[in-house]
């Protein structure tokens, strides 16, 4: 039966309209998109919609002319607008393409980018138009802009959500690696990817439906079918590389040759999810590991260091202010100190005492034992839960920036209790350590606080990313990102 439905699907997946097929039916031409060329595209939209909002509201409420006269006479009016759009955007996810190509679901993230932007903007004097003449102009320019962009969100989900431009693929190798990237796909990725079929040497694997792909062939069938398939793009999902035999290593030589695109699995996990496999890349250290021949990584650390001054003595004096009444408010809720050291592991894991408010019960582990924070933690007080929640309580952790013992950004340093365990456990897991903890990084904003070994191992699949791909443009998104979750109250 199973055979029977992958030979239905290899029949179905065979009708794509294809250049060369020779068929009568009128068609889109087959422009795969990569997942870059998404988020471009959608930005340009967006910003397209943004502006032309604005124009529109220039033109029925201040007289404007309705043409680039005004968009040349006051470039810094849409400049701006295009700043602080860009900025919210980041900061509230709104390039999430799992959530941009669902119509109307996705309206939400542009939303919440677009009301504090338009609240921000309207705000600031003397470089924007004046728009807080009455509410029916400011009622107006929330509407149009929040149609004006739900439209162009609208074409991409029903333009460039459609197969001719998907990217279709085919899936060398149908073991736990593709079938990883299959899921990856079908969670993050489904409208930009169409996964057509896994190519697998193992007999027994033909013909079987695997994560809802069918196994067409193997490392002979790899030209023909994608020639046949109209595919663009041949995943390398093989964990071993020095294990592919001859055979396949000249059907891929073929592939590139006649101009498919070749791309190894963890690469593309990494595109589509944030997130470096660690379980599937062996010991392939050039996968989690950054170049240090790149020319400009001096002048970054240099940068990043007088960045997290300036922000960290920023953060002490918004600590001086709110110092008071957290205090208070921690002391009548549950007596104690006020606030809490903690061991953790930092930069070549040395260990440092990090400084927080408190915000559990007094003696919430027992005897001095190790215990993993969970949601919901009965052991968290009332004031506490808020503290948590606006992230208050990470506060005095810019003491320990000053220092020089953590970053504004960086891996979240663990409890020498859990890392012991988790070094022992998880691949890679002490690669974190050759960069400065962090107060935000990205396995914060993506995963969350953890509560178990497997939560970690996503946590560390995050750090490694952000350990190869670290920037001052990464280490923004992480800051946008982690102030969007104070807005919203996405804490622990």
């Known amino acids: 039966m199973k055979a029977a439905n992958a030979n239905d699907r290899f029949a179905d997946s065979q009708q794509f309209p294809h250049p060369s097929s020779g068929g009568r039916k009128i068609t889109l ?18 910003l397209l919609m943004l502006n032309s909002a604005l124009l529109l509201i220039l033109r029925l409420r201040l007289g404007k002319p309705l043409s680039w006269q005004t968009i040349s ?3 810094t009016w849409f400049a701006l607008l295009t700043i602080l759009w860009l900025l919210f955007a980041a900061a509230f996810d709104a390039y999430d393409l799992k959530e941009a190509s669902r119509f109307p679901k996705g309206i939400l993230g542009v939303a919440k980018a677009a009301l504090p932007t338009l609240l921000l903007y309207v705000l600031i004097p003397y470089i924007t138009p004046y728009l807080l003449r009455s509410r029916l102009t400011l009622g107006l320019f929330a509407a149009c802009t929040l149609a004006f962009l739900s ?19 085919l899936v060398v190798g149908a073991g736990l690696a593709g079938r990883t990237i299959a899921r990856a796909v079908r969670e993050n990725v489904s409208r ?8 697998d040497d193992t007999p027994a694997k033909r013909g079987k439906i695997i994560e809802e792909i069918p196994v ?20 390398l999902a093989i964990t071993h590389f020095h294990q592919i035999r001859e055979d396949l290593f000249q059907a891929l030589m073929d592939c590139q040759e006649i101009g498919l695109h070749i791309v190894p699995m963890p690469v593309l996990y990494e595109w589509a999810t944030g997130m470096v496999p660690v379980e599937h890349i062996g010991r392939m250290l050039h996968v989690v590991l950054r170049s240090d021949y790149n020319p400009t990584i001096r002048l970054y650390e240099g940068l990043k260091r007088a960045l997290d001054i300036l922000i960290a003595l920023a953060g002490l004096a918004v600590l001086g202010i709110l110092l008071p009444f957290a205090a208070l408010a921690v002391y009548i809720n549950s007596s104690g100190p006020i606030f809490y050291a903690q061991e953790r592991v930092g930069k070549g894991g040395k260990v440092f005492r990090l400084f927080k408010l408190r915000t559990m019960v007094p003696g919430a582990e027992e005897e001095g034992v190790a215990v993993w924070a969970k949601r919901a933690d009965e052991r968290v007080t009332k004031v506490g839960r808020f503290l948590r929640a606006t992230h208050i309580d990470e506060l005095p952790q810019f003491i ?23 070094e022992k456990e998880i691949p890679f897991y002490r690669l974190r350590h050759s960069v400065q903890p962090g107060m935000a990084g990205w396995a914060l904003v993506k995963q969350g606080y953890g509560s178990s070994v497997e939560d970690s191992l996503a946590k560390l699949q995050c750090d490694l990313y952000y350990i190869k791909h670290r920037s001052i443009y990464l280490d923004l998104l992480i800051l946008l990102k982690s102030i969007g979750d104070v807005l919203t109250f996405r804490g622990r």
């Open 29 to 46: 031409p087959h422009l795969p998109l990569r997942i870059s060329e998404r988020k471009a595209l959608l930005r340009l939209l967006d």
């Open 73 to 75: 006479s006051h470039p």
């Open 151 to 169: 439209l162009g969100r609208a074409l991409y989900a029903l333009a460039l959500a459609q197969q001719a431009f998907q990217r279709r693929a």
């Open 192 to 199: 930009d990817y169409q996964l057509v079929g896994f190519i």
């Open 216 to 235: 067409l062939g193997d490392c002979r069938d790899l030209v023909p079918l994608a020639r046949k398939l109209g595919v663009s793009e041949v995943i």
């Open 400 to 422: 320990n920036v000053l220092k020089g013992e953590m970053s504004v950004v960086g891996p979240r340093p663990e409890r020498p209790e859990f890392m012991a365990r988790l």
